[in-house]
């Protein structure tokens, strides 16, 4: 047997390599970044969440200092710090599961996996359109907080990097389980690509200390990485330090959810295969 022929063989069977992966990688991620090549109002919807957002606590902010004058910093930067950091996690979970939602809509996920593309590459793809997603979406936010409000997110120094990456990772692990229950329920379970997250929202403390909480809550918000995060952000915003092991908190938590989701998902994908709803789904 020839090498060409060794190399269709193992193309054929998913494999045939890292840079067969990584090509086949960015033909998904590249198919999906076309649609915005032509189509302005699709980069504008990417920004256009965010940006409100941020306006509209921007004059919260505003409105509370006025009130009490001495609360004009630490109020900037806890409400708008907070919508900052959540529309990093809100964008990065939603800019995933309407990438596979795109795959549905089009009636496309039966050819994308009649292809040689194995499951992981197009996770892969999709938690890279979901970087791609959550950057062009949230980083004109993060100008316009700092041009009408002063607030310089980044002025927290480059934990903040930290600060998006536990949250990006979490965002991740939810769409893994919002994909799962769409391949298990299909159009049915497509809201919840829009509805998870803001769920989420109370029990990740975005706005207040975790302390807040009724004390029977507080250990199922202690088990969310986002609530981590938003404590490590009001600890360096008040007090000017780093907090380390809320940041640790993030990071473990945010490993456990993805290998679960990631489990979820794989589990979900065989059976939808054996039940050749990856050719139904969305119908």
């Known amino acids: 047997m020839g090498q060409g022929t060794r190399m269709r063989d193992a193309v054929a069977r998913g494999g045939g390599g890292a840079g067969l992966a990584a090509r086949r990688i960015w033909g998904m991620m590249y198919r999906h970044l076309a649609l915005f090549r032509r189509s302005w109002p699709r980069l504008v919807e990417l920004a256009y969440w965010p940006v409100l957002q941020m306006v ?143 769920g989420l929202a109370p029990l990740s403390a975005v706005f207040y200390p975790v302390s807040v909480l009724p004390e029977w809550l507080r250990p199922v918000a202690l088990a969310t990485p986002s609530a981590h995060v938003f404590e490590g952000m009001r600890a360096a915003l008040t007090e000017g330090r780093i907090a380390w092991g809320h940041l640790g908190w993030a990071f473990g938590l945010d490993l456990v959810w993805l290998a679960a989701m990631a489990w979820l998902f794989m589990w979900q994908f065989r059976r939808a295969r054996e039940r050749g709803a990856l050719l139904t789904i969305g119908e």
């Open 56 to 198: 509209v606590w921007g004059f919260v902010t505003a409105y509370v200092a006025g009130v009490q004058a001495n609360a004009a910093s630490l109020a900037a930067g806890v409400l708008l710090g907070g919508v900052l950091l959540w529309e990093v996690a809100l964008r990065s979970q939603m800019g995933f599961s309407i990438s596979f939602l795109e795959e549905i809509w089009s009636r496309n996920l039966g050819h994308v996996f009649v292809s040689p593309l194995r499951p992981w590459e197009l996770v892969a793809a999709l938690v890279g359109m979901s970087a791609i997603r959550m950057l062009v979406g949230v980083l004109p936010a993060v100008l316009l907080a700092w041009l009408l409000y002063g607030f310089g997110l980044f002025s927290l120094g480059p934990v903040v990097v930290l600060f998006f990456a536990a949250l990006m990772v979490m965002g991740w692990a939810v769409a893994l389980g919002v994909t799962s229950l769409i391949l298990r329920h299909g159009a049915g379970a497509e809201a919840l690509a829009w509805s998870l997250m803001f």
